[in-house]
């Protein structure tokens, strides 16, 4: 075995050395290098996530742009709960480390765009049932102002008012979405079936023992059929 001379020990230590750098560059990063993507924990903000700015058009939906602050403000919803699938592990470079070969970035990302096409899908549907005057990101932002101002005025004259007295956008978007899916639905339910026969059907289907006569429940069997149909008709209009 040829033996090491001084010089060929130094530059083995210096191997040593780099490998040992790099290695502990990647447990505390999370990264290999500065070429890198950033090494993101659990607590970095959807913008930084989804590398998303707000006027962006991530994609479209029968011709209304997506933008990404509608993306975002999806995100923002469902980011607790992408995290709490993917486990304890929320150190740097949570945001990359696949389970089931799925990234956390990936899973946010698809459920954020997902949520935001159903979102519009919705408004699109609102506008053309003559709910609303404007599907856009702008039309959005434009109520939530004109609702806030209105309730300024309300507090100012000591008015009552239902709620808060001013909404954020995340608030105002679930409350605006649960009205319009109740006009919607009203609208929608002059499409269903909602015979007699359909009802006790239903009733019948899903009663359990001890549940009221079908007289009590109607109403509510009534009300959960047009749920169920206005609901599988908005995803397929988001999916179409």
């Known amino acids: 075995m040829r033996s090491l001379t001084p010089g060929r020990w130094a530059a083995a230590g210096a191997a040593v050395l780099v490998l040992a ?28 996530v989804l590398g998303l700015t707000p006027t962006q058009t991530v994609t479209t939906f029968r011709g209304e742009p997506v933008t990404g602050a509608e993306v975002l403000r999806a995100a923002a919803e469902l980011r607790a709960e992408v995290i709490s699938r993917y486990g304890t592990r929320l150190g740097p470079g949570f945001w990359d480390r696949p389970r089931d070969g799925v990234t956390p970035r990936r899973q946010l990302r698809e459920k954020a765009v997902g949520a935001a096409v159903l979102d519009k899908a919705r408004r699109v549907w609102a506008r053309e049932a003559g709910l609303i005057g404007d599907a856009g990101e702008q039309a959005f932002q434009r109520e939530l ?49 909602l015979s007699e026969k359909r009802l006790r059907a239903r009733y019948e289907q899903v009663a359990t023992q001890g549940a009221p006569p079908y007289e009590q429940a109607r109403a509510g069997v009534r009300q959960a059929l047009i749920i169920e149909g206005y609901q599988k008709e908005l995803r397929a209009r988001a999916a179409a």
């Open 145 to 193: 102002r004109e609702e806030n101002a209105r309730r300024a005025a309300a507090v100012a004259a000591g008015r009552p008012l239902p709620g808060v007295p001013e909404y954020d956008e995340f608030t105002y978007a679930r409350v605006r979405a649960a009205e319009l899916d109740s006009a919607l639905g009203k609208l929608f339910a002059a499409t269903l079936d």
């Open 21 to 48: 750098g790099v290695v502990l560059l990647i447990a505390l990063t999370g990264r290999a290098g500065p070429d890198g993507p950033p090494p993101l924990t659990a607590s970095a903000g959807v913008a930084e």
